[in-house]
């Protein structure tokens, strides 16, 4: 991003480039975004969007970049508050992965052909931050949890299960498979991810 948000007028038309981005990609598809479509149904000049974002790439990247904050911050106010609950460690669990689901896979808040293209273009350096702090988190929640049931947390347990979780997400996005959103699919990753943690 060449020019960061300082201002109130600033963050409101970053705002506007990013939904006018999500929608041409849900409307028109991903082939059809540019800079100068962007511009325009934003309702800004194609200079104002240049002092941004010199590339449509540029505007994805960013939006994946706002996407993963959102959803890091939301898994950990999420796992602060069950924790606080003394809720059940399997009911937390579920929770987290369907909130990765619903932010990476179906799309709540960037819709789901915006998604598909983020991962079909396989921004390494986001991926793996996102899987990292996955990582981080799941190390956190399981020290949080702490109980017979749950084993120690290892590097290659964490390892395994945040990179499990990811990929098989990034798969059904890609595929636009009718599994994301499905009941089934969430129950078959809690069942992997708890096997995982879960002492035999």
């Known amino acids: 991003m060449r020019k960061l948000p300082k201002q109130e007028r600033a963050r409101r038309t970053i705002a506007a480039i990013f939904e006018a ?78 909130a990765l689901l619903s932010a990476l896979g179906t799309g709540s808040h960037l819709n789901r052909a915006m998604v598909r293209l983020a991962w079909h273009m396989d921004h390494h350096e986001q991926v793996a931050q996102a899987q990292r702090e996955g990582t981080e988190h799941l190390a956190i929640a399981l020290a949080a949890w702490k109980g017979p049931a749950l084993r120690a947390p290892t590097p290659a347990m964490l390892f395994v299960a945040t990179r499990a979780v990811i990929g098989v997400i990034r798969s059904a996005s890609l595929e636009n498979s009718p599994l994301l959103g499905s009941p089934e699919l969430e129950d078959e990753l809690v069942r992997m991810v708890w096997r995982l943690v879960s002492v035999d």
Do not use: C, H
Not at 61 to 70: F, G, S
Not at 75 to 90: G, W
């Open 21 to 98: 981005t999500a929608q041409i990609v849900d409307s028109e598809g991903a082939e059809a975004l540019s800079t100068n479509k962007v511009a325009r149904r934003a309702g800004v000049s194609i200079g104002t969007l240049y002092q941004y974002f010199p590339t449509k790439e540029a505007i994805v990247v960013a939006m994946i970049a706002q996407e993963r904050l959102r959803v890091m911050a939301e898994l950990q106010s999420m796992l602060i508050s069950a924790v606080q609950a003394s809720r059940d460690p399997q009911s937390i669990l579920r929770d987290r992965i369907r």
